[in-house]
């Protein structure tokens, strides 16, 4: 709960509420009538929440608002859009330094997984976030979080997982914490300690296990640093059986899960999904199966077209054919210095109408009340209606389809994130 | 000239110069060497001109920095990185709105070609400018300009092409001129009237050609409101026969050209390049024998890999194979309405890398030095050395590879444009 001052946005030239969504996003054709929009909008906030939205005539001429009006912080966003803040539900900020190594590596023909063997890779930023004090790791995540508030992202998943030790995962997951409550947003933290093997257990997998299983996700549990356990379960990472071993530890200890998966090759979904997990992500190699299974199911498919960018590829995530056989789709930034240093959610957007033909509506639902679902946070979060946390994005722009078209620019001129106010440079 | 303090920037992280660069951009294993880069170094700049660089300590053990110290800015660039302004060498500024509507279509399914039938594409932008008032025009085209500079832009090339008919290519011409006045880096104005046939012509390309070429043409040279001509020289545009009466009628009126080639189709270059253009610009569709033709040329190949991103064509101009060959080659971001909204070449470099496998040096000296020898701007610009214009931008960034590493952020804190300070949000 904030104490801030109520605020009061008015005049809005467009305000997409998301509030008819059915959670599982728009279909094509139906677009305007699933986002909720409404011309001259105005949206009252109180006590961190949504009190009320809807034409700013009424917003205005409303009893509450009228006797408080002193008290009320007022906004006037005539010609901006008003968008609920992103939630960016795969990251991974718990890291010292850009990968410039690796990336100048790759454009002159190494693969991935080359770069790994070589030493680069993942292992490179373990050795950065080993060396690193608990301050710098939280310096880092923070700025990162900055970066990503000042482009409308007012919720974020922040991953561990360039530990992969019991001390190294515990501290970056406390630095995810002590930087979480620097930032106005909200963040949720979630244990990736297998995202590998790490050298000192090379070629012993199950004895890393033995170590994520019984101490790295029993504690982050009982000390409430991780609210979800993730794995990568993939060629050159974790094998179905491994991974399922470790949604039985989470399981045991009452955390929720989510998992990386068919990033690089098709991992067999049905086993990992009699799991419930609230999302599967990266999902670039499933089959007709596995959309049909991933369809029936509540999980949400999180997509991270940033990846398949910068490691140019030429090739993205099926998102259409997901969409159009019913999959829920979500997409995220999937945050990381080796394969996807963006902070930008709209920079997301773009990529997935420029390049998996999403529609703009499409996007801004798989980037809000989506990816909400994806962090069970659908009741409190990616729609802006009464009884949900005040996190709003405010944009100079006329039309959502703005946010998905300017390239390589940032429109986003003030946030407001659990009822507090945060101003760009324009506002 | 500029009237403005000298300035001195010290203690600079990294500072790249491109010294050293032959004005064809530096070979693959050759970029620190040809990139001319000096770590804690030092600009001097005054009278709008660069005065010197070297090493920190240098600069302040300087006779004259000694005498002048309570005359000059002294800016602290401790921990930052600082390159050439960037040169965009290929803009479409001069139009009213974003098309939205294209964007929705094309990511539905429909060609480039049919939204252009179905009077969408270029006419429709073309309905905008021509209704619009002149100063409506200027306060766009100043506004995209701003966008620019903030993201390290220092010189751009803006070509008129949304009048199409004597009045309104005027206006454009005008209203860049205008823009330009206020702003304080530098601009070149390219008349473009040969960009399609407007509607009033159809059937009729050499109707329109007669206007373009004997009044338009003869008009901008006249009242000095053009220093270039272009032709859009593809299938469903201008033939190459129509082409060559444009580049024609601009040498008879004194102005050097450049044109659009190869964007959709094969366009033969063997006649065009004997106009000496300073650059042919897109040059997707190219053979071997274009290639040598254009490495024994002194054009240079100009890319723009915003659109092909854009229009989500999942193809690349061949960089490799032009840098390889020994064509010279320049990075613009092609900003216009309906395949390229972006106004940053800091998207542009990464799109060169991640996508075209230019390295993280090349796209700088693409960016630059390069992009300058396009506008016949090498002798002024495109680097930071002595007596060339005080053009520099000044980044949150260690290494010159971060410009095109990070994706969707922007790291430019100030620029300094023709020796005029321009600070951002952070510095």
Request: glycine residues 8%; contains cysteine; aromatic residues 6%.
């Amino acid at each position: 709960m904030s104490s801030s001052r109520p605020l009061l946005l008015f005049n809005i030239g467009q305000l997409v509420t998301m509030q008819s969504a059915d959670g599982r996003g728009p279909r094509r054709g139906e677009e305007l009538k699933e986002l909720g929009v409404i011309q001259d909008g105005a949206v009252l906030c109180a006590g961190g929440k949504i009190v009320s939205t809807g034409k700013t005539k009424d917003a205005l001429r409303d009893g509450w608002v009228k006797r408080n009006r002193g008290a009320v912080v007022e906004i006037d966003c005539r010609g901006k859009l008003v968008l609920p803040g992103f939630v960016d539900s795969h990251t991974h900020p718990s890291f010292i330094s850009p990968r410039l190594v690796d990336f100048e590596e790759r454009i002159a023909g190494a693969s991935y997984e080359r770069i790994a063997e070589a030493g680069g890779g993942i292992r490179s930023s373990v050795e950065g976030v080993r060396r690193a004090g608990k301050a710098l790791l939280e310096q880092k995540i923070l700025s990162s979080l900055d970066e990503m508030l000042a482009q409308g992202t007012t919720t974020v998943e922040a991953k561990s997982g360039y530990g992969l030790s019991l001390e190294s995962e515990l501290k970056s997951l406390h630095a995810i914490r002590t930087a979480a409550l620097k930032w106005p947003g909200t963040v949720v933290a979630t244990l990736l300690a297998a995202h590998a093997v790490p050298l000192e257990f090379e070629g012993k997998p199950w004895e890393y296990l033995d170590l994520v299983c019984e101490e790295m996700i029993p504690q982050a549990a009982k000390r409430k640093l991780a609210q979800f356990v993730d794995v990568f379960c993939d060629r050159g990472a974790f094998s179905e059986e491994e991974s399922l071993r470790v949604f039985e530890s989470a399981r045991e200890n009452g955390l929720p899960v989510r998992a990386h998966v068919s990033q690089l090759t098709r991992t067999p979904l049905q086993h990992l999904l009699s799991f419930g997990p609230s999302s599967l992500d990266h999902v670039d190699h499933v089959d007709d199966s596995d959309i049909s299974l991933l369809a029936r199911s509540n999980t949400i498919a999180t997509l991270v077209p940033g990846a398949n960018h910068f490691l140019g590829l030429g090739k993205y995530p099926p998102a259409r054919k997901l969409i159009d056989t019913g999959v829920a789709v979500a997409l995220a930034t999937d945050y990381n210095p080796g394969s996807s240093p963006t902070t930008s959610m709209p920079f997301v957007l773009s990529l997935a109408c420029t390049q998996m033909k999403m529609s703009p509506a499409e996007a801004i639902a798989a980037a809000t009340i989506n990816s909400a679902w994806a962090l069970r946070f659908q009741r409190s979060k990616g729609s802006i209606e009464p009884g949900k946390d005040a996190d709003v994005g405010i944009f100079n722009a006329k039309d959502y389809r703005e946010i998905a078209y300017w390239m390589g620019t940032n429109s986003c001129e003030a946030v407001v994130a659990n009822g507090e106010l945060v101003r760009g440079q324009k506002f």
